[in-house]
Structure formats: structure tokens, C-alpha cells
């Protein structure tokens, strides 16, 4: 209780007390409910990327950076600015099979660094793709195009071939031989040869969705990897 000298000041300094305890504690969650920007779960940013991918270069583990290509806002305040820098891993890589199969990756996307609020752990997976670099799959993973197409040209062009050839040469049963031959050829050089490996140029565009809310600390409170 504050010091008073009569009992008229005593409820006077009893007035004053309850009233800075109620700012005490009243005020200070307040204020930082107001400071604190929350992100919620599923929305997605966009960034650029800052290295060339490839399931034919790249390994298991390998890093990678990537930038914000468009600001973030939440109601006319900006929390993720453009240059914001996002930090991941390769975290599966498949290459495709010699006679079928499709390339596979998924990126893992671990931090952003935002100017002014510090490094930010996030979770995240690759949500878009632009049109002809893949499929992207629910759980994050890019899935290459299938060889199926390219690998029956590559069969049926040398048959053919043996087959004119053959037919010029011995007629019909040279022609038979002729594609018989033509199939071994075309089928030993799809053996010899992988499917389309997926591919990211260093500069192309994706779009990551947040799998669980991202908390942003007010600008000036920088931090190092905040949980």
C-alpha cells in the first residue's frame, strides 16, 4: 500500500493503487497481441529460385535458397516483404527408370529470413509449379513426365527402318528380318538411355503453402531461428 499521511489520502492512494495495477496487468498482453503478426496455415508465397535443380545433378540433402517474389500483407500491413530469403533441402530425389518410371523430387522448405524480424523456422511444401515443369503431388513431391511416348518412337523408328531396308534387299522375309532387327536395335537403345530427368532453372518460379501458422515478431525484434 502506498505511504499517506491521513485517512483521506489512504483512500485516495487505495484508488491509485488498483488503478496502476490494472494497467500493469491489462496493458502489457495487450500490446504485444497488437505487435505480433500471425500467418496462417495454407497461405501460400511465391518465391523465385536462387539454384538450377535437377534429379540428374542433385543428391539427397543438398541445399538451396530461394527469394519472395511478391510481398505478403495482412490487411494493409506488409509482413513478408519482397527479397524475404527462404532456405531448404532436398529431402527425396529419384531419377527415372531406364524403360519406365517418372523423376521425382521433394523440396523441403526449413526458413525465411525476413529484413528486420530475423530468421523464422517455417513448414511448408511445394504447392504450384509452372505449367510443363511437373506434376506436383498433395504431400509436396514433383513428379516428372513419363518416357512411355518417347520410348515406343525410339523402338518403332529403327523396325521400321529394318524393315524398308530388308524388304529392298530380300523382300518380304528380308523385311521380317529387317524389323525383327530393327526391334532389338530400338529396344537396346532404350535400355541404354534414362527417361526425362525434372529440372529447375535457377530464376524459375513456384509457390510454397504454409502447413502450419508462421508467427512474425514486430519489425526491430530480431531473432535467430524462432520456433
Do not use: H
Not at 505478403?72 to 527425396?92: F, H, Q
Not at 506436383?136 to 529403327?158: H, Q
Amino acid at each position: 500500500m502506498l505511504p499517506c499521511k491521513n485517512s483521506g489520502m489512504n483512500r485516495y492512494c487505495n484508488s491509485t493503487l488498483i488503478v496502476v495495477l490494472l494497467l500493469v496487468f491489462l496493458v502489457p498482453p495487450l500490446s504485444a497481441a497488437a505487435s505480433e503478426s500471425v500467418v496462417p496455415e495454407g497461405t501460400r508465397i511465391t518465391l523465385q529460385l536462387n539454384n538450377n535443380l535437377s534429379t540428374g545433378k542433385n543428391n539427397e540433402g543438398d541445399p538451396f535458397t530461394a527469394v519472395v517474389m511478391v510481398p505478403l500483407y495482412m490487411g494493409d500491413r506488409m509482413v513478408i516483404p519482397k527479397g524475404s530469403l527462404v532456405t531448404g533441402s532436398i529431402s527425396r530425389i529419384s531419377r527415372p527408370g531406364r524403360f519406365k518410371g517418372k523423376a521425382l523430387m521433394t523440396l523441403l522448405f526449413q526458413s525465411i529470413n525476413i529484413p528486420g524480424r530475423g530468421e523464422l523456422s517455417i513448414t511448408a511444401s511445394l504447392a504450384a509449379l509452372p505449367e510443363g515443369n511437373g506434376t506436383v503431388r498433395s504431400e509436396g513431391t514433383v513428379v516428372g513426365k513419363g518416357s512411355e511416348g518417347s520410348d515406343a518412337t525410339r523402338i518403332l523408328t529403327p523396325s521400321a527402318l529394318g524393315g524398308g531396308i530388308g524388304g529392298l534387299v530380300g523382300g518380304g522375309r528380308g523385311a521380317a528380318i529387317g524389323v525383327g532387327a530393327g526391334v532389338i536395335i530400338g529396344t537396346a537403345t532404350v535400355f541404354a538411355t534414362r527417361g526425362k530427368d525434372l529440372e529447375f532453372r535457377r530464376g524459375s518460379t513456384m509457390d510454397i503453402s504454409l502447413d502450419r501458422p508462421l508467427s512474425i515478431p514486430p519489425e526491430g525484434e530480431n531473432v535467430s531461428i524462432r520456433r
